[in-house]
């Protein structure tokens, strides 16, 4: 089983394909209908200190927690690099999908993401007073290593094409309407 200081080993293959008449039917639908939506569920139970259970669907939990330095046990990853881990796994199903739309085999494909990220306000528990704009990821720096039977110049816009169409890259550039209020009882 690999763990996380395990270094990683360079495919030397092509990657396992996806459907691509699959992928261009569910793109002629878009075209069709440009207002298709869909929606995501998760269920998040604290299980106490900062360590939540998220249930997405029939999977396994996500598990979530803080590092100690911010009263967590660092028993799995924080809010801020589950983040981050979305918009890597957004950013790889978008590079596959146009590839494989380009016809284009990918041999390798690896993001390195850092996000610059603060808590001066201490999640509003008396900390900085501050704006929400002041708050969250600052700075975002998304490294893509990709090989395939392309160019150079054909793999940098495949990845240009898929961040442009990525939903979770435009969800963190773009404003989007966010309600939240107590459940009924």
């Given amino acids: 089983m690999a763990t996380a200081t395990d270094t990683p080993q360079t495919v030397s293959h092509y990657l396992r394909p996806i459907d691509r008449e699959g992928l261009l039917g569910f793109a002629e639908k878009g075209r069709n209908n440009p207002k298709m939506r869909g929606t995501n569920k998760v269920h998040t139970v604290c299980e106490g200190q900062y ?33 981050l881990a979305a918009l890597g796994g957004c950013l790889a199903v978008g590079i596959t999908a146009v590839a494989t739309w380009k016809q284009v085999k990918l041999s390798k494909l690896e993001i390195f993401i850092e996000g610059d990220i603060g808590n001066p306000a201490a999640w509003g528990a008396g900390g900085a007073e501050m704006i929400s704009s002041d708050m969250g990821f600052q700075d975002i720096r998304v490294k893509v290593v990709i090989e395939g039977d392309a160019s150079r110049e054909a793999l940098d816009d495949i990845v240009k094409h898929a961040n442009f169409y990525s939903p979770v890259a435009n969800t963190m550039r773009n404003p989007v309407n966010f309600h939240i209020e107590l459940a009924d009882s």
């Fill in 51 to 83: 360590r939540t259970l998220n249930y997405v669907g029939e999977h396994q939990p996500v598990v979530v927690d803080e590092p100690p330095h911010l009263f967590g046990q660092d028993t799995a990853p924080a809010p801020g690099e589950i983040v």
